[in-house]
């Protein structure tokens, strides 16, 4: 996907501008990026980074010529909206969106300034474009693929734990693709002969009572779904995990990096690294 539109034209401007007389000079504009997190940025620092490093491999270096006006909800949804709307306001060139849904709100607020998604889990099943190839409108960006390898994570967890029967499934299920995602972990429960116990989490406070439940139904091991709640206290996940001794499969490497036994994912961090092409 092309995520090129805008910033290309700005930059043969600039050029342009660089000929003829100094009284004929004017300043070229410097490109304006919108940031959309529903998290706050510090909780994803290391994607942050990525991300500004791939602006500054492409020769953007952040205060000097461009500038990335960041729009954190602080883990409040709802104010996602209000918060595109601003930035639509403040004439950005593009908008970056981190996560399905801080996209759904930069979808809502406009039609014309472009949108690159630094990841999404499914984006044409969640109807964000029209497909991977020709994504149609003014949404472009990244996919983790999520649906496709759900199925994976089951295996490598038949292979860890052998005698594996019941599996903790920890999820959100608002989280735009989920859905997908779920059916193909339903579709490899059933070929490796595993029975899922569904874990709803949709708030900080439901961890604790969820790893009850788990243990208390007799899971052997658990699985944690797409999921920005449970992203967010991946700490406490894995502290959990250890506590009530279930071996977890993780989507996201961060909680390995916080100390979670394994992960089968895609890198988000790359993904973000990307974005920036």
Same mark, same amino acid.
């Given at each position: ?47 942050? #980074? ?11 270096? #952040? ?22 709307? #601003? ?191």
């Amino acid at each position: 996907m092309n995520l090129r539109r805008k910033l290309v034209p700005l930059a043969l401007a600039a050029l342009l501008f660089g000929f003829g007389s100094v009284e004929a000079r004017q300043p070229a504009k410097i490109p304006r990026l919108g940031f959309l997190f529903t998290l706050s940025p510090s909780i994803s620092s290391e994607r942050v #980074e990525a991300f500004r490093q791939g602006l500054r491999d492409l020769g953007y270096f #952040e205060g000097k010529n461009i500038v990335i006006e960041i729009r954190s909800a602080e883990g409040k949804a709802e104010r996602l909206t209000d918060l595109a709307d #601003e930035l639509v306001r403040l004439d950005v060139d593009v908008i970056i969106t981190a996560g399905p849904t801080p996209t759904n709100a930069a979808k809502k607020a406009t039609k014309t300034v472009p949108i690159v998604m630094t990841f999404d889990i499914d984006p044409v099943g969640s109807g964000l474009v029209a497909s991977l190839a020709r994504p149609g409108g003014n949404i472009t960006g990244l996919s983790t693929l999520a649906p496709e390898i759900s199925g994976k994570h089951l295996e490598l967890l038949k292979e860890t734990v052998p005698r594996l029967s019941r599996v903790a499934l920890f999820r959100t299920s608002t989280v735009q693709g989920s859905a997908q995602e779920l059916k193909q972990v339903e579709l490899a429960a059933g070929g490796l002969g595993l029975r899922l116990h569904y874990f709803e989490v949709r708030d900080p406070k439901d961890l604790e009572t969820s790893f009850q439940a788990a243990k208390s139904q007799h899971a052997d091991a658990m699985l944690v779904g797409t999921s920005r709640i449970l992203y967010g206290q991946r700490a406490q996940v894995v502290k959990l995990a250890v506590k009530y001794r279930l071996p977890a499969m993780y989507i996201e490497q961060e909680f390995v990096l916080a100390g979670g036994l394994m992960a089968y994912a895609t890198s988000i961090s790359d993904l973000y690294r990307r974005a920036a092409t």
